[in-house]
C-alpha cells in the first residue's frame, strides 16, 4: 500500500520541485564561485603564465605528488593547499567559467578542462584525482518541496510531525543516474592515466545550512520574494539528504569500478551523526574547505600505498 502511495505521489513531487524557482536551487551551490579569482595567488604548475580568465590553469605546488580537477568542490584541494603554507604537494586545475558536467563521446570530444586534466597526468606520470559534481542531491532536495517524502532507512519519526511516505530508491537512483553520464563520458576516455575518483562531501546540519544561506545576498532576496527568510525555509531532514549524498556517493562507486577507476571515499572522521563535521565546512550551504581535503588526500596517499 504503502509503495502505491508512493508512486501516485511522485508526479506530484516532481512537479513541486520543479515550481521551485532553479535559480533559487542552483544557486545554493554558487559561494565556492565567489572564491576563484583568489585561485591565482598560489603558484602555478605551468610554464608561462596562463590567464586564469581565459583558458584552465594550475594552481599549487610546482612539484606536486597529486593532480585534482573537477567541479566546485576542487576548492577544498586549493584550500588546503593554502592552509598548508603552500607546502602540500597538490596541484588544482582550475578556470574562471564553471566546468561543464555534461559530456558525450558520440558528438566530440570531452570538455577541454577535462582533456588537459588527462593530459598532464599522462605527460608527467602523475595520479589525477577527479570531483565530479557532489551537488546533485542539493541541487534538487536542499530545500523542502511538497508533498514531503523519504527514503528508507530514513523513516522518522520527524521533528516537525509531517508524515514523509517512502519513495522507491530506484526512482531516486535514476535522477542521479542520468545526472552522471558526463562522468561516465569522461572515464571513457582514460586510457593509461593513473585517475582516481573522489567521493564528494557529505551534507551539512540544518543550522549549517541556514547559515550559509543567510550569507547569500541573492538567496536572501529570493527567500523573501517566497515569502520567507534563511531561518524559515523548508530545508529537507538531515537524515533524508543523507541518504541522499549516500545514493551519489554508491552510483560514484559503481561507474568507478565500471571503469576499473579506484574510488576514494570519504572517510568517516570527516562526519559527525551523518553530516560534515563543523570544522571542516566552508561558510556556505554546500561546501567543506581544506580540512576536509587534506583528509581525503590522506585517504589517497593510503591507497596509492596499499597498491
Known sequence: MAAKTAWRMLPKMLHALKAL????????????????????????????????????????????ALLVAGHSHRYSFLDYFVQSGE????????????????????????????????????????????IWDGNQHNWEFLIESEPRFSIFPAIGPWADGYPRPL????????????????????????ANENVLLFGTPPPKTEEQVRAGISTESVLVGLAEKLGMSSSTLPITPLPIRFELWRMTQE????????????????????????????????PDATHANGLWGEMMVTQVRQLLAAG
Not at 171 to 180: I, P, Q, S, T
Open 21 to 64: 524557482p532553479r535559480a533559487f536551487r542552483g544557486r545554493v551551490t554558487s559561494s565556492a564561485k565567489r572564491n576563484e579569482r583568489s585561485d591565482s595567488a598560489p603558484k602555478s604548475l605551468s610554464g608561462p603564465k596562463t590567464d586564469a580568465e581565459v583558458a584552465p590553469q594550475w594552481i599549487g605546488s610546482s612539484d606536486p
Open 87 to 130: 607546502t602540500a604537494p597538490i596541484a588544482v586545475l582550475n578556470q574562471r567559467d564553471l566546468v561543464a558536467l555534461t559530456s558525450d563521446p558520440s558528438t566530440g570530444p570531452i570538455d577541454e578542462y577535462f582533456q588537459i586534466a588527462l593530459a598532464t597526468a599522462r605527460e608527467r606520470a602523475l595520479p589525477l584525482g577527479l
Open 167 to 190: 519513495v522507491p530508491r530506484s526512482l531516486v537512483y535514476e535522477l542521479f543516474r542520468f545526472g552522471l553520464a558526463g562522468l561516465r563520458a569522461v572515464l571513457s576516455n582514460v
Open 251 to 282: 552510483l560514484m562507486s559503481e561507474i568507478a569500478a565500471e571503469f576499473r577507476v579506484p574510488f576514494v571515499r570519504v572517510p568517516d572522521e570527516a562526519m559527525v551523526n551523518g553530516a560534515l563535521r563543523v570544522d571542516a565546512s566552508h
